[in-house]
């Protein structure tokens, strides 16, 4: 059973760094691409940024890349997601997802998602 748990959410203000953490199970994880995504209040979810399986490439969204840095340790199934310069437009609940057919492809169906974690950015 695929299991993924998010933590290192919390209250930054802007400017800030946070670092997330995704700790996983369930399924091979160097075989598996790995995103983040997030969902602000009641907007669509927004795919972040996503990596592949041996972490040799990695992908982010406009609104994210220079401040963000995906990562992963095959050997603790984690995957990581490094915040800095976090701005009040961040604030939003972090999913860690594993795609099932390319990066991001969770968020259309075709993957799993784990509970999340609340991020907030205010002075």
């Known amino acids: 059973q695929v299991q ?11 400017g800030g760094s946070l670092r ?22 009641e907007k669509g979810p927004e795919w972040v940024s996503g990596i592949t399986g041996d972490g040799s490439e ?27 310069s976090l701005k009040p437009e961040d604030t939003a609940r972090y999913y860690c997802t594993k795609d099932a057919r390319g990066i991001g492809s969770a968020l259309e169906g075709f993957g799993s998602w784990g509970r999340g974690t609340q991020v907030t950015v205010s002075s």
Do not use: H
């Open 4 to 14: 993924l748990v998010e933590s290192g959410g919390g209250l930054a203000q802007p």
């Open 20 to 41: 997330l953490s995704c700790a996983t199970s369930g399924f091979t994880f160097s075989n598996a691409t790995m995103s983040w995504a997030r969902r602000a209040g």
């Open 58 to 84: 990695t992908y982010y969204s406009e609104s994210v890349k220079g401040r963000f840095t995906i990562s992963r340790d095959n050997a603790k199934s984690t995957v990581y997601l490094q915040m800095n």
